[in-house]
Nanobody
Framework: QVQLVESGGGSVQAGGSLRLSCAAS?????MGWFRQVPGKEREGVAA???????NYADSVKGRFTISRDDAKTTLYLQMNSLKPEDTAMYYC???????????????????WGQGTQVTVSS
């Protein structure tokens, strides 16, 4: 059982930045960030494997950067140029290795954190 604890969320104005962290009890092959707003499905934001290969949702490409430090078993999400539409609960997730095409699908992952709220005001 992998335990995940997110931190770093908060309120920021549009154009600002936040850095999310996820402390994991252990690292897994694939780790990622998802987000969800009430009434909508959980959306894949970014994922990364042990080799550092990352993929991103089109909506965040060029603004968000995912990284991991396996020595510290910590996952990060640097979010720049934030927009009001980035407002959501952000979840850290962990799972086994899978093809790149599946890494932004919530169905792939076995473990989830409790989430951290990000609110971007205009």
């Amino acid at each position: 059982q992998v335990q995940l604890v997110e931190s770093g969320g908060g309120s920021v104005q549009a154009g600002g930045s936040l850095r999310l962290s996820c402390a994991a009890s252990e690292s897994t092959s694939c780790m990622g960030w998802f987000r969800q707003v009430p009434g909508k499905e959980r959306e894949g934001v970014a994922a990364i494997d042990r080799d550092g290969s990352a993929n991103y949702a089109d909506s965040v490409k060029g603004r968000f950067t995912i990284s991991r430090d396996d020595a510290k078993t910590t996952l990060y999400l640097q979010m720049n140029s934030l927009k009001p539409e980035d407002t959501a609960m952000y979840y850290c997730t962990a799972g086994a290795w899978t093809w790149v095409q599946r890494r932004l699908s919530a169905l792939h992952y076995d473990y989830w954190g409790q989430g951290t709220q990000v609110t971007v005001s205009s």
